[in-house]
């Protein structure tokens, strides 16, 4: 081994030498000889905060919810009392109708309350599902090491149900021992885990955006354009909400567009960028593709942000260790389509 090649031996140097030089970080890492470069590491207040994208926690007694809770239990009164009246007046009418009947009550009851326990069980996996994206994004700033495994063993019961995981999961247990710093054990799970789902995610999207795309080109009216858009919407929330574990039922999906659309509003609306349009225009999209075909990627397109959302709202970990999926990316997966068939 070459005399170069050899690391410095420890020594020491006083900061007013003149052999000593403070300087930036640079790409080369090159140094004069005869001097020491000491690089200055940067100072905490200037560095990026991230962005939460999350929506703040409301404070409050929640009067809406009570509203609709006491309007729900007279709903529900009031439909039984009228079913028990109608039992009673079969049974006055003939006893074989009113065994029907209360058949029929039974499975009706039956039947209300699997769906009842349903909606409860998917609110509250949805609920987990949030507070467990807010508590490894508190664990990213603090590094709290007891907190990242507690996370880690919650992100792993919920993704126990999918066998795409399960290497997954496997390759997480047996690293986890080796993980000290609480932020790098949940960068370690983002990239076990996520990784394959987030792929799966982004397909999703693209499919779902290429499908509007096509349908409203070709679609010749509007309300059908409407409703379609509508329904690939919703389907596409569904798709992802199962995709990172969650299981929503219809109050679930009302949740879930309510998140969806608030964090559309505060990441920017649903409006194309500047630089998107530029990308339109530079891959002749303008000269290639009648008015219809370009109303109908400016649908795709906006689908596509209405994914993206969604991907922010249902996914259990934040971007840390992977990078986050850009529009833009989708949008030249979307032009390339449509210039092939053009």
Known sequence: MSERSEPRRPATFRLDDPGVVVTEADETGRTLRGTIQITPEPDPALLPVPIQTRLPARRGFPWGTLFWSGLAGLTLLGVGLGVVHLVEDLFARSETLGFVGLAFAFVTTLALAVVIGREAFGLARLATIEKLHQRATEVLASDDRAESRAI???LLRIAHQNPQLARARAALQNHAGEIIDGADMVRLAERELMAPLDEEARRLVSTAAQRVSIVTAVSPRAL???LFVFVASLRLIRQLARLYGGRPGALGMIRLLRHVIAHLAITGGMAASDSLVQQ?????IAAKLSQRLGEGVLNGLLTARLGLAA????RPLPFAALPQPKLSD?????LRKKDDEA
């Open 152 to 154: 880690v063993q919650d």
């Open 224 to 226: 059908i354009d409407v």
């Open 280 to 284: 339109m225009l530079g891959h002749g």
């Open 311 to 314: 991907i922010d709202v249902t």
């Open 330 to 334: 989708l949008a030249t997966d979307l």
